[in-house]
């Protein structure tokens, strides 16, 4: 059944500029709010105002059907007023943000920088003991995206639960990547939980897993 959106409050060079993340969170039904982190300026805040003050908007959507027609629609607009208020200012300012990040991005590859990565908010064992997914991660960063899947260890000698079709059920927690470029002569990529939820689920796998890890 064909679905039809309607985008209520959201300005075109907004979904333009997060189209990737809109994307991906139309794969996930399940998730009736979207948190999108919002693009700086390099070098930080230049003006105390609450659209350089709040770092994330978010977003909601909404699944309805036609009473006569029967056709299905998803409203998608922003959260809240304040959400509403928040994006409409970051619009009015997001021509110079694309602008400067650009222009930063092309001096620092011009200098042949290397972008390090930071993990915020992940357990030290468990950047270690997944070291090899996060670079391949890296490594497809383009293909793959900003959001990505660290697929969980099972305990020694466990095997996996299986679904109704016998395949194999693995468990994980969803990353974010952002860069940062606070420092335009030293950017950084940010790697950190997608949300509380999977903070909670990495902490406690490690706490699980990881006496049984390599030191």
């Not at 919002?38 to 059907?65: C, N, T």
């Not at 607009?77 to 222009?103: N, V």
């Not at 990565?117 to 070291?131: G, I, K, L, M, T």
């Not at 016998?166 to 940010?190: C, M, T, V, Y």
Request: proline share 8%.
């Amino acid at each position: 059944m064909k679905v039809d959106t309607i985008w209520q409050h959201l300005p075109e060079i907004f979904l333009k500029t997060y189209e990737r993340e809109i994307m991906l969170w139309a794969t996930r039904p399940d998730e009736p709010t979207l948190k999108i982190r919002m693009l700086r300026k390099p070098g930080g805040m230049s003006e105390l105002d609450i659209s350089h003050i709040q770092e994330f908007a978010v977003l909601a959507r909404a699944a309805f059907k036609h009473p006569v027609s029967g056709a299905l629609k998803v409203m998608v607009a922003p959260a809240t007023g304040f959400d509403t208020e928040i994006i409409e200012l970051h619009c009015q300012k997001l021509p110079g943000i694309l602008t400067s990040r650009a222009a930063a991005a092309r001096a620092w590859a011009k200098k042949g920088g290397h972008m390090a990565a930071r993990f915020e908010r992940v357990p030290d064992a468990f950047v270690e003991h997944y070291n090899y997914q996060f670079r391949v991660w890296g490594a497809e960063f383009r293909q793959r995206g900003p959001r990505c899947a660290i697929v969980f260890d099972l305990p020694p000698g466990a095997s996996p639960e299986l679904d109704a079709e016998n395949r194999p059920i693995w468990k994980g927690a969803w990353f974010e990547a952002h860069a940062d470029w606070s420092d335009p002569s030293q950017p950084k990529l940010i790697i950190e939980p997608a949300d509380e939820a999977n903070e909670e689920l990495i902490a406690r796998h490690t706490r699980e897993m990881a006496r049984h890890w390599s030191p």
